[in-house]
């Protein structure tokens, strides 16, 4: 098993430095999939309310046999349930399905403009964590407006910000917002998904250069950014190639050309956080 290295966050927790992402891993199946994961030494399950597969989230921690408090796991909150007392409902019923009587992280899923009460869910979150049911907090697809009004508002600077990132989209004035702030990037599609750039010449190059595949290419240059990925995979051997980052370093200038890949309509399906609605 692969043992990973973690990244202290602004609250004084820490997170592995990748994670498991689990969108569409749900029922007896799913719960398969990321027990999988977690016999191969992922220690981050990424969950969601809207991924309906918080419950095996947490049977898979259960029948892993990894001890509950050796594994994170994070959810988030929809858009629907932003207003206060809905938004500290959603926390509770997301402990109920996991099992738990703490979340790990749980974070903002998108600002959602329409619904415009995204500092309630904040505000929220901060009592959570007060009361002890939530240990980091933190926010996704925010912009440095979102996270400005949220850091104005209550003094408590998210986390973490979770945000689309791969080499088609590699945010790099994000990232910088989010390193100004002390607010750990995390990378959601880490590897592109459907349109994985795998074949593009800077990556398949750096794979070859250093023995590994473009998929370990592609997580790497995420790591050497400061980003933390949190890649999906069904596939046990998949899986932990996705965790066997550690053994060999992108060059500055592989790094580089791998960022070179950006692209002005980079984004997988136009998730622009100032319009995108996800209730
Ligand atoms: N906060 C947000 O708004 C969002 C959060 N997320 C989170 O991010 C996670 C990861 O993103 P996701 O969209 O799943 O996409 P990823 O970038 O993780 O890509 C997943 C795809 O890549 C394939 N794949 C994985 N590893 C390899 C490999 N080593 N070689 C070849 N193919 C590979 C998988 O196929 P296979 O299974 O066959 O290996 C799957 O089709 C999600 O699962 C979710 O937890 C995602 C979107 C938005
Ligand atoms: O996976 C997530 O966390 C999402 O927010 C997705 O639903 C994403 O927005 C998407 O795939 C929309 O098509």
Redesign the pocket.
Same mark, same amino acid.
């Given at each position: 098993m692969i043992a990973i290295d973690s990244y202290e966050l602004n609250d004084g927790g820490s997170l592995p430095v990748v994670g498991f992402? &689990?969108?569409s891993l749900r029922g007896d199946d799913g719960v398969a999939v990321m027990r999988t994961a977690l016999e191969s030494g992922y220690r981050l399950l990424?969950s969601a309310v809207n991924y309906g597969n918080e419950e095996e989230a947490g049977q898979a921690v259960r029948a892993s046999g990894v001890a509950r408090e050796d594994v994170l796991i994070t959810t988030?909150i929809p858009g629907r349930h932003h207003e206060y007392s809905s938004a500290v409902e959603s926390v509770e019923g997301s402990l109920r399905r996991i099992g738990s009587d703490y979340l790990d992280l749980c974070l903002i @899923?998108?600002p959602n403009p329409s619904v415009g009460r995204y500092l309630e869910a904040w505000r929220a979150l901060v009592d959570l964590r007060e009361r002890g049911l939530v240990r980091s907090i933190g926010v996704? $697809?925010f912009t440095e407006r979102h996270l400005r009004a949220v850091i104005d508002d209550t003094g408590v600077t998210p986390a973490v910000n979770?945000i689309?990132l @791969?080499p088609y989209f590699p945010q790099a004035a994000m990232r910088e917002v989010n390193a100004k702030l002390g607010v750990q990037t995390q990378s959601?599609?880490?590897?592109?998904?459907r349109s #994985?750039p795998?074949s593009e010449q800077p990556v398949s190059q750096a794979a070859a250069a250093h023995g590994v &595949?473009p #998929?370990q290419a592609i997580l790497r240059w995420q790591l050497q950014l400061g980003a933390l990925p949190?890649?999906?995979? &069904?596939?046990a051997q998949?899986q932990r190639? $996705?965790l066997d980052l550690f053994g060999f370093e992108l060059t500055d200038a592989e790094v580089s050309a791998i960022s070179g890949l950006a692209r002005d309509d980079g984004r997988l399906f136009g998730g622009d956080p100032d319009v995108h609605e996800e209730m």
């Open positions: 992402g &689990t969108v990424d988030k @899923h998108w996704s $697809n979770q689309e @791969h959601w599609s880490p590897l592109g998904k #994985a795998f &595949t #998929a949190i890649p999906k995979s &069904t596939d998949r190639e $996705n």
